[in-house]
T-cell receptor
Framework: GAGVSQTPSNKVTEKGKYVELRCDPI?????LYWYRQSLGQGPEFLIY????????DSGLPNDRFFAVRPEGSVSTLKIQRTERGDSAVYLC???????????FGPGTRLTVL | KQEVTQIPAALSVPEGENLVLNCSFT??????LQWFRQDPGKGLTSLLL?????REQTSGRLNASLDKSSGRSTLYIAASQPGDSATYLC??????????FGTGTRLTVIP
């Protein structure tokens, strides 16, 4: 079946703008994760959903970042008042349930000018 | 906080050579450990998952071992090929249910 998909693949925006990044997990996967990867670094955890609820949002850097998963499938990561330091690749992953193997999407490369 | 370290940061080997990539983690209370491959500008491809109760997993030319008590894992690649060139990342999952990643080992296999 289809893997995890993310849109857009690339997003260029100006400082101060609002952006939304979308993730479509593998069908049937209840757990969904967002990570952020800066150049030369490993991915860093942002937020984890089990079903519709955010089970752990401790990785969100500040209140400009917010994520939703209203129907327990697609998730949207929202960033308000973007800053240049937000530039990174945003990765989404899903797994069948908690502590199972995570499968990653191709990522969205966000560039804030 | 869990910290994951990968050594070496970069490695170049001639084609056909066997090689070992190392991963260490500071908190041994993990549920599992996962090895990934990342090609430039791409997402992560899962290679192997080792449950905390297991000591190793094999897939084709890849073998991953886990020594939970000492906080170490190795990824062994047999008979390396140029197509194996990529960055290899290890990650552990703890009770917090998210993956903690190392910074990766960038592997180059020279034809």
């Amino acid at each position: 079946g289809a893997g995890v998909s993310q849109t857009p693949s690339n997003k260029v925006t100006e400082k101060g703008k609002y952006v939304e990044l979308r993730c479509d997990p593998i069908s049937g996967h209840t757990a969904l994760y967002w990570y952020r990867q800066s150049l030369g670094q490993g991915p860093e955890f942002l937020i984890y959903f089990q079903g519709t609820g955010a089970a752990d949002d401790s990785g969100l850097p500040n209140d400009r970042f917010f994520a939703v998963r209203p129907e327990g499938s697609v998730s949207t990561l929202k960033i308000q008042r973007t800053e240049r330091g937000d530039s990174a690749v945003y990765l989404c992953a899903s797994s069948f349930s908690e502590v199972n193997e995570q499968f990653f999407g191709p990522g969205t490369r966000l560039t804030v000018l | 906080k869990q910290e994951v370290t990968q050594i070496p940061a970069a490695l170049s080997v001639p084609e056909g050579e066997n090689l070992v990539l190392n991963c260490s983690f500071t908190d041994s209370a993990i549920y599992n450990l996962q090895w990934f491959r990342q090609d430039p500008g791409k997402g992560l491809t899962s290679l192997l998952l080792i449950q905390s109760s297991q000591r190793e997993q094999t897939s084709g030319r890849l073998n991953a071992s886990l020594d939970k008590s000492s906080g170490r894992s190795t990824l062994y690649i047999a008979a390396s090929q140029p197509g194996d060139s990529a960055t290899y990342l290890c990650a552990v999952i703890t009770g917090a249910n998210n993956l903690f990643f190392g910074t990766g080992t960038r592997l180059t296999v020279i034809p």
